[in-house]
Every structure is written in structure tokens, then in C-alpha cells.
């Protein structure tokens, strides 16, 4: 396992997000050493979807109104119909999620995760999968979209579903521990 100690990862969420999508990455970047927060416009804690029904509760640690994306290394986006749908609509989600773009920092996001990213106007000539029924999206984007249980591209990760975690979770980290990626930067 890749060692994230002294890398600090945002995972950017609100409510209904796929409960397997936030707390299985969660749980493999804690587990490589990283520092992890779950930051969100919701205050206290966000609720899981969970395959047909509300899931868990997970506590957000720092408020989005407060939150910097200068003192994060990475970001990660769960999937869930709601949240990135929820998400997509509030600049401050989506001014978020661009610094990271304009950084340079990596970002992995899985299953309906890349609706926020389009958002940002970041992706044109990128490679990326998702969830299939938001495929058109990310081509009128400008995204050259695979069906693959992962795909890379310069520091982007992207993943189709929860079938795909596992190998989701080991390319974030490696994506993650690598760092600034230069061909991820849009200025």
C-alpha cells in the first residue's frame, strides 16, 4: 500500500451521496496514512444513500464556507444520484472542486462524482469513465469517455460504480502520492 503520511485529501460531499463511494476511499486513504477530511455545505453530518434507501450518517469535519483548498493535496468526489447532482448547482461546491484543477492537484471521483467536475469547464480533452447513464454529459464536455473500471489521466482518476472500488481506491493513492500533476492544470 502506497504511503499517503503527510498528504492531507478533501472528500467533497452533501447529502444522498452512494454510501460505499465515500466510506470505502475514506477508509483506504486513512488506512495509506492520510489526513482526511469530509467537507460539505451541510453542517454536523451528511446522509448516505445506500443502494435503494438512506444509509449512515457520516460527520462532516469542516464546512465548505471555511474550508481552503490551498491546505488540501487531493480530492476525492463520491457518486450518488443526489449529492453531485446537489452539488453541481452551488458554486461554492464547484469553485472548490476548480482550485484543485487550477492546482494541479489530483482529483478522483466515481460513478455520478464527475457531474460536479463538469461544472468547473476543466475537462475538455480529457480521458474519463462514470457512472453510463451520465456518459453524454462528460462528451459534450469535451471528454474522450471509456467504459473501464478506472481510467487516469494526468492526475484525474475517475471509476464507473461501486464494482469498480477497489481498484478506484489503489489508483487514487497512487495518483494522490505522486502529487501535482502539470498536465492537470488549466491556467
Known amino acids: 500500500?502506497?504511503?499517503?503520511?503527510?498528504?492531507?485529501?478533501?472528500i467533497l460531499s452533501d447529502n444522498g451521496f452512494e454510501q460505499s463511494e465515500l466510506l470505502e476511499?475514506?477508509?483506504?486513504?486513512l488506512d495509506a496514512g492520510a489526513t482526511v477530511h469530509v467537507v460539505s455545505a451541510q453542517s454536523g453530518k451528511i446522509k448516505a444513500w445506500n443502494k435503494d434507501n438512506w444509509g449512515v450518517e457520516v460527520n462532516v469535519d469542516v464546512d465548505l464556507a471555511n474550508a481552503n483548498p490551498d491546505e488540501y493535496d487531493g480530492l476525492m468526489v463520491p457518486g450518488g444520484v443526489m449529492n453531485p447532482d446537489k452539488m453541481r448547482a452551488d458554486?461554492?461546491?464547484v469553485n472548490f472542486a476548480k482550485a484543485f484543477f487550477?492546482?494541479?492537484k489530483p482529483i478522483a471521483a466515481i460513478c455520478h462524482g464527475p457531474q460536479l467536475l463538469?461544472?468547473?469547464g476543466a475537462l475538455k480533452g480529457?480521458?474519463?469513465?462514470?457512472y453510463p447513464s451520465i456518459k453524454t454529459?462528460?462528451?459534450n464536455a469535451g471528454v474522450s469517455w471509456e467504459d473501464s473500471e478506472v481510467v487516469a489521466d494526468k492526475g484525474l482518476v475517475t471509476s464507473r460504480s461501486p464494482?469498480?472500488?477497489?481498484?478506484?481506491n489503489r489508483k487514487m493513492i497512487e495518483e494522490f502520492k505522486e502529487g501535482i500533476h502539470k498536465g492537470q492544470k488549466t491556467l
Open 102 to 104: 487550477e492546482a494541479g
Open 118 to 120: 463538469i461544472e468547473t
Open 163 to 168: 464494482k469498480d472500488i477497489p481498484v478506484f
Open 126 to 130: 480529457r480521458k474519463m469513465t462514470s
Open 1 to 10: 500500500m502506497e504511503n499517503l503520511e503527510n498528504k492531507k485529501i478533501a
Open 25 to 29: 476511499p475514506q477508509k483506504a486513504l
Open 137 to 139: 454529459d462528460l462528451i
Open 91 to 93: 458554486k461554492n461546491y
